[in-house]
């Protein structure tokens, strides 16, 4: 009887509706927004989807398994502020749009994290965006909407989980340790931890975002048949996104993120008191008993001084590199631009082998287009500079060392094919953007617009008149002077002892930063050791004529 009770308040909701065609006629500018809908991409995760968080926030990360009906989570916002548009739940509940192969991909997709410590206890609110949730098709569409936040708090004493709380519908449902159907796992192999001291362990609290019934999606403890039939997301296994860290985000993105209009998704620390609020709900009876505090943090890692101590390691030229984790370096300042960037990716991504640190978030700030102020999140490599010991080598390990600097040059020129998409006959830098260099800028700019070779000769032309050139009036002799060559060259001294790592036998082990001026003592050291077919003669003349 209770089945026909069901059918019968479902046939008089249909009843009380207006008409078929009336429910389906859409204005024609939201038929257009769910087509553009469908087109969209999530933005692009927070540090390329790696890790962007704290070893104790890391620890307790829950593990996620999607049921086939479920959206994936995906990134709320990217670097650059830009927050996710959303979808607008399909009429038939279709969730095509919204299930990315890409978003379980390790680097495919963030997690946010912020945590409150007192008394001995830790709560960890986990945050999952998801671009929509809908309940059914018509006529239950009235409960589908744009946007969706759920949340898993985890409760931790002593470094050891003691409660899990997975939300559901607005309020959330809370499982204490020791229990059965409470199950932790250990991180997936597909999913590791990078550069940090966590060693695997079952501290990860396994979830399962779902449909509840003609409901809306939410969370739900992961049970035994989860673990006997295995995840039903698209990879198999359970997925840990990129967990990006309230602590450690810049004030202007923070401040953004949660201040956003996410509709009627609600995100559980937009303000203080709804962050002390979801504590509240979710706090377990032990840490009532120690009396936690929900509106007071007592470890410095959560207020101003961050877990692990920041050291600075270098300053040169407008840009400073601090040790931000064991195995992390951030260098921000206002010469850390996108070239850099791009450049560094390149050589990662061509020749693997070579010693460049990975990039793994970045952050760019403009004015009229033009980058003033970046921040590159990288590898740390260790060992010392060359500068630093240079004058301390003798002369065979100096010569050892100044080969092995051109055969990292020659690799790279050999190794780095030339961009397809810039023509034949321009100067460009190898990532595509114009080349700040003094041979092929004109007399106001250092960083010209594309030229082809009549342009480029114009060019070095109008600088030498400008100079007061007067041995070549027709300039034909001065264009003898300059080698002509397809292949990439270093036009500053990206390979300077300032930038290059060695370790305890003087091997290089680092290539840290792409612009920066030589020093003259180990120019001459260059010069003695460069390899014969690298004729630099003519580049020599034409610089003492020219300039």
Known sequence: MPALHKVAATAALVLSLPSLAAVIQRPGNETIRILNDRAA????????????????????QPLVD?????????????NHNRASEGLNPDYDSDVSTCRPRSALDRGGSNVYVRGRCNR??????YAYYFRMDFAWSWPLDIWNHRHDWEHVVVWAKLGQPRSVSVSCHGGYESLVAGNDELRFGQTPSEFPYYVTTL?????????????????????RFANKADDYEGPENDRGVWIRSGLVSMLM???????????????SAHLAWANEDDFAGHLI????????DDEFDCAYDETPELKDK????????????????????PGIVLKKGAKVRPSEEKAMRLVKKHLPQLPVPSIYATLYKFDAGKPYYGELKMDFMPGRSLKSIWAELDDATKDRICHDIWDLAATIRAGIPRPPDLAPGLYRNIDGSPSRDLLLGDNNDIAPVEMDDDELRDRIYSRYVAHNGLSYKDGKDVFGLLPRSDKSVFAHGDLAPRNLIVDEQCRITAMMKWYDTPEIEWQKWMTKTRPERWDITGIQKARRILF
Not at 120 to 125: H, L, M, S
Not at 199 to 219: M, N, S
Not at 253 to 260: E, G, I, L, V
Not at 281 to 288: F, I, S
Request: proline share 9%.
């Open 281 to 288: 709900e979710t706090m377990p009876q032990e840490a009532r």
């Open 120 to 125: 001995g206890w830790c709560a960890f609110v």
């Open 41 to 60: 991409e999530p933005p692009r995760p927070v540090a390329d989807g790696i890790d962007w968080a704290y070893d104790f926030e890391v620890k307790f």
């Open 306 to 325: 961050p877990h692990f101590e920041h050291r600075q390691l270098a300053w040169q030229f407008g840009s400073t590199v601090i040790q931000i984790q």
């Open 199 to 219: 060693k695997p362990a079952a501290t990860h609290p396994k979830v399962v975002y779902h449909k509840d019934g003609v409901r809306t999606h939410c969370f």
């Open 249 to 263: 985000m810049p004030t202007e993105w923070w401040d953004k993120f949660r201040s956003h209009d996410w509709g």
């Open 66 to 78: 999607f049921d086939t009906d479920s959206c994936y989570n995906v990134p709320a916002m990217d």
